[in-house]
Protein backbone atom coordinates (compact mmCIF):
# COMPACT_ATOMS: atom_id res chain seq x y z
CA UNK A 1 0.00 0.00 0.00
CA UNK A 2 1.48 3.25 -0.92
CA UNK A 3 1.71 6.40 1.76
CA UNK A 4 1.71 9.75 1.03
CA UNK A 5 4.19 11.66 3.58
CA UNK A 6 4.42 15.27 4.48
CA UNK A 7 5.24 17.38 7.68
CA UNK A 8 2.77 18.82 10.08
CA UNK A 9 3.33 22.61 11.82
CA UNK A 10 5.41 20.92 14.14
CA UNK A 11 7.70 19.63 11.47
CA UNK A 12 6.56 15.97 12.12
CA UNK A 13 7.39 13.66 9.11
CA UNK A 14 3.50 11.64 8.58
CA UNK A 15 2.26 8.96 6.56
CA UNK A 16 -1.53 8.80 5.72
CA UNK A 17 -2.92 5.83 3.62
CA UNK A 18 -4.26 6.86 0.52
CA UNK A 19 -7.40 5.62 0.51
CA UNK A 20 -9.87 4.59 3.19
CA UNK A 21 -11.00 1.12 1.66
CA UNK A 22 -6.95 -0.07 3.26
CA UNK A 23 -7.11 -2.58 6.13
CA UNK A 24 -4.98 -0.15 7.91
CA UNK A 25 -6.78 3.24 7.26
CA UNK A 26 -7.35 5.16 10.45
CA UNK A 27 -9.28 8.31 11.42
CA UNK A 28 -6.47 9.79 13.28
CA UNK A 29 -2.80 10.23 13.04
CA UNK A 30 -0.62 10.80 16.35
CA UNK A 31 1.37 13.77 16.51
CA UNK A 32 2.85 13.36 19.90
CA UNK A 33 2.44 10.57 21.86
CA UNK A 34 -0.55 10.15 23.38
CA UNK A 35 -2.13 12.97 21.43
CA UNK A 36 -4.10 12.28 18.21
CA UNK A 37 -5.95 14.47 16.07
CA UNK A 38 -7.78 14.12 13.07
CA UNK A 39 -6.07 13.34 9.96
CA UNK A 40 -5.59 16.21 7.49
CA UNK A 41 -5.31 16.31 3.59
CA UNK A 42 -1.95 16.63 2.59
CA UNK A 43 -1.03 20.09 1.29
CA UNK A 44 -1.18 20.70 -2.47
CA UNK A 45 2.25 20.24 -4.62
CA UNK A 46 3.41 22.37 -7.42
CA UNK A 47 1.58 21.80 -10.86
CA UNK A 48 5.02 21.55 -12.57
CA UNK A 49 6.22 18.31 -10.07
CA UNK A 50 5.53 15.56 -12.62
CA UNK A 51 8.27 13.48 -10.62
CA UNK A 52 5.63 13.09 -7.76
CA UNK A 53 3.03 10.45 -8.57
CA UNK A 54 0.11 12.17 -6.89
CA UNK A 55 0.33 14.52 -10.10
CA UNK A 56 -0.03 12.00 -12.35
CA UNK A 57 -3.51 12.29 -14.02
CA UNK A 58 -4.27 8.51 -13.40
CA UNK A 59 -3.11 8.51 -9.69
CA UNK A 60 -7.04 9.41 -8.57
CA UNK A 61 -8.54 6.81 -10.27
CA UNK A 62 -6.00 3.95 -9.37
CA UNK A 63 -7.10 4.62 -6.19
CA UNK A 64 -10.75 4.38 -6.60
CA UNK A 65 -9.76 0.76 -8.57
CA UNK A 66 -6.60 -0.43 -6.64
CA UNK A 67 -8.45 -3.41 -5.34
CA UNK A 68 -8.90 -4.91 -9.06
CA UNK A 69 -5.79 -3.88 -10.23
CA UNK A 70 -4.15 -5.84 -7.27
CA UNK A 71 -6.20 -9.33 -8.64
CA UNK A 72 -5.03 -8.60 -12.50
CA UNK A 73 -1.27 -7.94 -11.59
CA UNK A 74 -1.21 -10.63 -8.44
CA UNK A 75 -3.11 -13.28 -11.01
CA UNK A 76 -0.31 -11.79 -13.79
CA UNK A 77 2.23 -13.11 -11.31
CA UNK A 78 0.92 -15.93 -10.89
CA UNK A 79 0.11 -17.25 -14.29
CA UNK A 80 3.63 -15.75 -15.97
CA UNK A 81 5.69 -17.77 -13.21
CA UNK A 82 2.84 -20.74 -13.36
CA UNK A 83 2.69 -21.52 -17.08
CA UNK A 84 6.53 -20.79 -17.44
CA UNK A 85 6.98 -23.56 -15.27
CA UNK A 86 4.66 -25.85 -17.44
CA UNK A 87 6.71 -24.65 -20.89
CA UNK A 88 9.87 -24.99 -19.45
CA UNK A 89 9.12 -28.90 -18.59
CA UNK A 90 7.23 -29.80 -21.46
CA UNK A 91 10.08 -28.21 -23.89
CA UNK A 92 12.76 -29.87 -21.50
CA UNK A 93 11.24 -32.82 -21.77
CA UNK A 94 11.26 -32.90 -25.42
CA UNK A 95 14.41 -31.91 -25.42
CA UNK A 96 16.03 -34.41 -23.36
CA UNK A 97 13.67 -37.61 -23.52
CA UNK A 98 15.28 -39.68 -21.08
CA UNK A 99 14.56 -37.62 -18.24
CA UNK A 100 11.57 -38.83 -16.35
CA UNK A 101 8.71 -37.46 -16.92
CA UNK A 102 7.63 -37.70 -13.31
CA UNK A 103 10.32 -35.43 -12.35
CA UNK A 104 9.00 -32.59 -14.88
CA UNK A 105 5.27 -33.11 -13.62
CA UNK A 106 6.44 -32.61 -10.03
CA UNK A 107 8.34 -29.36 -10.85
CA UNK A 108 5.12 -27.72 -12.32
CA UNK A 109 3.35 -28.60 -9.27
CA UNK A 110 6.04 -27.08 -6.93
CA UNK A 111 6.42 -24.31 -9.49
CA UNK A 112 2.54 -23.41 -9.92
CA UNK A 113 2.58 -23.53 -5.56
CA UNK A 114 5.27 -21.44 -5.47
CA UNK A 115 3.76 -18.88 -8.12
CA UNK A 116 1.01 -18.95 -5.82
CA UNK A 117 2.69 -17.19 -3.09
CA UNK A 118 4.13 -14.86 -5.11
CA UNK A 119 0.96 -13.79 -6.92
CA UNK A 120 -0.26 -13.36 -3.53
CA UNK A 121 2.35 -11.29 -2.16
CA UNK A 122 2.15 -9.00 -5.02
CA UNK A 123 -1.98 -8.58 -4.30
CA UNK A 124 -3.01 -10.00 -1.15
CA UNK A 125 -2.82 -6.58 1.46
CA UNK A 126 -5.31 -4.57 -1.07
CA UNK A 127 -7.60 -6.57 -2.50
CA UNK A 128 -7.24 -9.85 -0.26
CA UNK A 129 -5.37 -11.65 -2.86
CA UNK A 130 -8.34 -14.17 -3.63
CA UNK A 131 -6.71 -14.30 -7.09
CA UNK A 132 -9.72 -17.46 -8.22
CA UNK A 133 -12.99 -16.68 -9.17
CA UNK A 134 -14.43 -19.48 -6.83
CA UNK A 135 -12.66 -17.42 -4.05
CA UNK A 136 -14.33 -14.84 -4.44
CA UNK A 137 -17.81 -16.24 -5.50
CA UNK A 138 -17.66 -18.08 -1.90
CA UNK A 139 -16.58 -14.93 -0.13
CA UNK A 140 -19.36 -13.14 -1.56
CA UNK A 141 -22.03 -15.93 -1.02
CA UNK A 142 -21.03 -16.18 2.47
CA UNK A 143 -21.62 -11.91 2.82
CA UNK A 144 -17.67 -11.22 3.77
CA UNK A 145 -17.47 -9.50 0.73
CA UNK A 146 -20.73 -7.70 -1.32
CA UNK A 147 -21.58 -8.95 -4.75
CA UNK A 148 -21.04 -5.18 -6.23
CA UNK A 149 -17.29 -6.36 -6.09
CA UNK A 150 -17.62 -9.60 -8.04
CA UNK A 151 -17.74 -8.69 -11.90
CA UNK A 152 -15.43 -6.07 -11.10
CA UNK A 153 -12.81 -9.51 -9.25
CA UNK A 154 -13.48 -12.15 -11.60
CA UNK A 155 -12.95 -9.77 -14.99
CA UNK A 156 -9.70 -8.83 -13.42
CA UNK A 157 -8.57 -12.06 -12.45
CA UNK A 158 -9.18 -13.75 -15.95
CA UNK A 159 -7.62 -10.41 -17.66
CA UNK A 160 -4.59 -10.95 -15.43
CA UNK A 161 -4.54 -14.76 -16.85
CA UNK A 162 -5.00 -14.11 -20.20
CA UNK A 163 -2.28 -11.39 -20.44
CA UNK A 164 0.17 -13.83 -18.80
CA UNK A 165 -0.73 -16.79 -21.12
CA UNK A 166 0.36 -13.77 -23.77
CA UNK A 167 3.18 -13.12 -22.01
CA UNK A 168 4.25 -16.61 -21.55
CA UNK A 169 4.03 -17.24 -25.18
CA UNK A 170 6.18 -14.22 -26.36
CA UNK A 171 8.44 -15.58 -24.34
CA UNK A 172 9.16 -19.39 -25.78
CA UNK A 173 7.45 -17.83 -28.87
CA UNK A 174 10.98 -19.49 -30.58
CA UNK A 175 10.29 -22.87 -29.18
CA UNK A 176 6.55 -22.42 -30.17
CA UNK A 177 7.69 -22.38 -33.80
CA UNK A 178 10.28 -25.32 -33.87
CA UNK A 179 7.45 -27.63 -32.33
CA UNK A 180 5.04 -26.69 -34.30
CA UNK A 181 7.42 -27.53 -37.49
CA UNK A 182 8.41 -30.84 -35.47
CA UNK A 183 4.99 -31.95 -35.10
CA UNK A 184 3.73 -35.54 -35.89
CA UNK A 185 1.43 -36.53 -38.98
CA UNK A 186 -2.49 -36.23 -37.39
CA UNK A 187 -0.62 -34.02 -34.00
CA UNK A 188 -2.09 -30.99 -33.17
CA UNK A 189 -0.09 -28.09 -31.12
CA UNK A 190 -3.49 -28.18 -28.73
CA UNK A 191 -3.24 -32.21 -27.71
CA UNK A 192 0.51 -32.02 -27.70
CA UNK A 193 1.39 -28.41 -25.97
CA UNK A 194 -2.34 -27.08 -25.21
CA UNK A 195 -1.91 -28.22 -21.48
CA UNK A 196 0.82 -25.49 -21.19
CA UNK A 197 -1.97 -22.90 -20.95
CA UNK A 198 -4.87 -24.70 -19.78
CA UNK A 199 -6.12 -28.20 -17.81
CA UNK A 200 -6.93 -30.85 -19.97
CA UNK A 201 -8.53 -34.19 -18.27
CA UNK A 202 -6.12 -37.91 -17.63
CA UNK A 203 -9.86 -39.15 -17.07
CA UNK A 204 -13.46 -39.32 -17.76
CA UNK A 205 -15.33 -36.10 -17.93
CA UNK A 206 -17.73 -37.65 -15.00
CA UNK A 207 -14.48 -37.99 -12.55
CA UNK A 208 -12.92 -34.89 -13.47
CA UNK A 209 -16.88 -32.81 -12.29
CA UNK A 210 -15.75 -34.93 -8.83
CA UNK A 211 -12.00 -34.36 -8.91
CA UNK A 212 -12.61 -30.48 -9.36
CA UNK A 213 -15.00 -30.25 -6.55
CA UNK A 214 -13.16 -31.78 -4.33
CA UNK A 215 -10.09 -30.03 -5.05
CA UNK A 216 -11.61 -26.72 -4.54
CA UNK A 217 -13.73 -27.85 -1.43
CA UNK A 218 -10.72 -29.11 0.31
CA UNK A 219 -8.36 -25.80 -1.31
CA UNK A 220 -11.01 -23.47 0.61
CA UNK A 221 -11.99 -25.88 3.42
CA UNK A 222 -7.85 -25.29 4.42
CA UNK A 223 -7.59 -21.67 3.03
CA UNK A 224 -10.32 -20.87 5.97
CA UNK A 225 -7.81 -21.89 8.36
CA UNK A 226 -5.18 -20.57 7.35
CA UNK A 227 -6.60 -17.12 7.61
CA UNK A 228 -8.83 -17.87 10.93
CA UNK A 229 -7.23 -15.48 13.28
CA UNK A 230 -7.79 -18.27 15.72
CA UNK A 231 -5.88 -20.74 13.96
CA UNK A 232 -3.31 -18.88 12.17
CA UNK A 233 0.54 -19.06 14.51
CA UNK A 234 2.01 -16.44 12.02
CA UNK A 235 -0.10 -13.98 9.69
CA UNK A 236 3.37 -12.91 7.64
CA UNK A 237 3.37 -17.44 6.16
CA UNK A 238 0.21 -16.65 4.93
CA UNK A 239 0.86 -16.30 1.23
CA UNK A 240 3.58 -19.12 1.72
CA UNK A 241 0.82 -21.44 3.93
CA UNK A 242 -1.31 -21.35 0.38
CA UNK A 243 1.59 -21.85 -2.10
CA UNK A 244 2.10 -25.34 -0.15
CA UNK A 245 -1.58 -26.08 0.09
CA UNK A 246 -1.36 -26.28 -3.71
CA UNK A 247 1.35 -28.02 -3.66
CA UNK A 248 -0.10 -30.63 -2.03
CA UNK A 249 -3.30 -30.93 -3.93
CA UNK A 250 -1.17 -31.26 -6.59
CA UNK A 251 0.75 -33.74 -5.68
CA UNK A 252 -1.75 -36.14 -4.10
CA UNK A 253 -5.38 -35.89 -5.86
CA UNK A 254 -5.06 -33.04 -8.43
CA UNK A 255 -3.66 -35.25 -11.16
CA UNK A 256 -7.30 -36.45 -13.09
CA UNK A 257 -8.13 -33.10 -13.80
CA UNK A 258 -4.26 -31.27 -13.62
CA UNK A 259 -5.67 -29.71 -10.74
CA UNK A 260 -7.34 -26.70 -12.21
CA UNK A 261 -10.00 -25.40 -9.22
CA UNK A 262 -9.95 -21.81 -10.62
CA UNK A 263 -12.13 -20.53 -13.58
CA UNK A 264 -9.91 -17.46 -14.54
CA UNK A 265 -6.53 -19.61 -14.29
CA UNK A 266 -8.55 -21.78 -16.97
CA UNK A 267 -10.39 -20.02 -19.42
CA UNK A 268 -8.18 -16.74 -19.42
CA UNK A 269 -5.51 -18.90 -21.07
CA UNK A 270 -7.76 -21.42 -22.96
CA UNK A 271 -8.88 -18.24 -24.67
CA UNK A 272 -5.49 -16.95 -25.25
CA UNK A 273 -4.48 -20.72 -26.63
CA UNK A 274 -7.07 -20.61 -29.07
CA UNK A 275 -6.50 -17.59 -30.55
CA UNK A 276 -2.33 -18.91 -31.11
CA UNK A 277 -3.25 -21.91 -32.28
CA UNK A 278 -6.37 -20.42 -34.36
CA UNK A 279 -8.35 -23.01 -33.29
CA UNK A 280 -11.16 -24.01 -31.74
CA UNK A 281 -10.04 -27.31 -30.13
CA UNK A 282 -9.26 -26.14 -26.36
CA UNK A 283 -12.69 -25.21 -26.37
CA UNK A 284 -14.31 -28.62 -28.12
CA UNK A 285 -12.22 -31.14 -26.53
CA UNK A 286 -12.59 -33.90 -25.15
CA UNK A 287 -16.40 -33.83 -25.03
CA UNK A 288 -16.62 -29.94 -24.66
CA UNK A 289 -14.25 -30.14 -21.42
CA UNK A 290 -13.56 -26.62 -20.63
CA UNK A 291 -16.82 -26.01 -18.88
CA UNK A 292 -15.87 -28.36 -16.04
CA UNK A 293 -12.55 -26.13 -14.94
CA UNK A 294 -14.88 -23.11 -15.60
CA UNK A 295 -18.23 -23.69 -13.58
CA UNK A 296 -17.50 -26.61 -11.18
CA UNK A 297 -14.53 -24.92 -9.13
CA UNK A 298 -17.33 -22.10 -7.74
CA UNK A 299 -19.45 -25.06 -5.88
CA UNK A 300 -16.56 -26.67 -4.56
CA UNK A 301 -15.22 -23.33 -3.04
CA UNK A 302 -18.56 -22.36 -1.46
CA UNK A 303 -19.12 -26.03 -0.14
CA UNK A 304 -15.51 -25.83 1.13
CA UNK A 305 -16.36 -22.64 3.25
CA UNK A 306 -19.62 -24.14 4.41
CA UNK A 307 -18.11 -26.71 5.57
CA UNK A 308 -15.80 -24.82 7.74
CA UNK A 309 -18.08 -22.41 8.86
CA UNK A 310 -20.46 -24.40 10.53
CA UNK A 311 -18.26 -27.12 12.10
CA UNK A 312 -14.63 -25.42 12.81
CA UNK A 313 -15.34 -21.39 13.34
CA UNK A 314 -16.13 -21.66 17.36
CA UNK A 315 -19.37 -19.65 18.00
CA UNK A 316 -19.98 -16.77 20.77
CA UNK A 317 -20.61 -18.05 23.95
Known sequence: MSQLPFEDENHMVMFLPDTETSPRYSKTVETHPGTPREAEAPPPLPKENWQCPRKWPFYEY?????????EFFGMWVFMTLGQGTSATTTFLTAKFPNQQAAAG??????????????????????????????????NCLFGTMPWRKFPGYVFAQTLGAFTAAMC????????????KRALAPGETMTLKYGG????????????CVWNEFL?????????????????TPADTYKPVAVGLLIITIAVSIGINSAFGMNPARDLGPRIA?????????????????????????PFGAAFGMFLYTIFIIPGKK
Open 62 to 70: RVMWREYFA
Open 105 to 138: EVLVMFGWGLAVTMGLFVSMGVSGGHLNPSVTFA
Open 168 to 179: MYLLFYGRFKDA
Open 196 to 207: IFCTYPHESNAV
Open 215 to 231: DTTILLFCIMGIFDSHM
Open 273 to 297: SALIFRTTDPFTLFDYYFWIPTLVP
